[in-house]
C-alpha cells in the first residue's frame, strides 16, 4: 500500500508542477529545482490518511513564491469534500493571520469554535472566509498581524533586520509603504530562517491585501 501510495504522490507532484504550481510553467524550472520540491513533498509522507492528500496541494513551495489559486482551491474542496474536520483544522492554520488582518472579532470567534471542532460548520466557515475578502485593508489590523508574524524571527533576525523590519512597518502604519512591501519583507526573511508553519499561511500570498 506504501508502495502504491508513493507513487501517486509522485504523479500529483509532478501534475501540479507542469500544471498548477505558481501558475508558471515547468520549463521555469530546472530538474534539480522540481526534485527539491519534490523531495519536500516526500517529508510530509509521515502523516496520514486524507491529511496527505491535502497537505500535498500546498507543499509544492518555493521560497520565493505563494500558493497559487489552484492549490488554495484543492484544500478547499478536499475539505467540503471529505467533511473532514481534521483536514479543517489544518486549513484554519492557514487561513488564521489572514483571518486576524481582517476582522478581530471574526478571528477570536473561529479561534474559540476550534477548541470545540465538531460544532463548526465546514461550509459556513469557508462562507466566511470569502466574506473577508470583501473587508478593505485595515492598517492597524495589519500592523498586529505584523507584529505576531514577527514573533517567529525576533530571536533570530540581526540588529539590521529588525531595524529594517521596524522601519518597514512604521512606514506602513504612516500610509508611507505598502503591505505588499512588509510581505515580500517576510518572505525574504523566510529564505533566511524557514518556518514551516508561516510558509503554509494564506496571509503571505502575494495579491491578497
Known sequence: MMNDLKYWLRQDIQYYIMHHAFSIHAHDFSKKEIRQMEDKAYRLINLSGDAIITDLKVCIIDQNKSYSNDLQLACRERCIETKNLRLLEQEWARYKYYVMSKHQNTYNYYRNQFRRIESINIETFYRDMDLLSGYPENIAANVNTLEHIWGYFKQKASTKEKETWLNLVSAYQKKNQSLFACKDYIHHLL???????????????????
Open 191 to 209: 529564505s533566511k530562517y524557514p518556518s514551516e508553519y508561516l510558509s503554509y499561511s494564506y496571509y503571505l500570498i502575494r495579491n491578497i491585501a
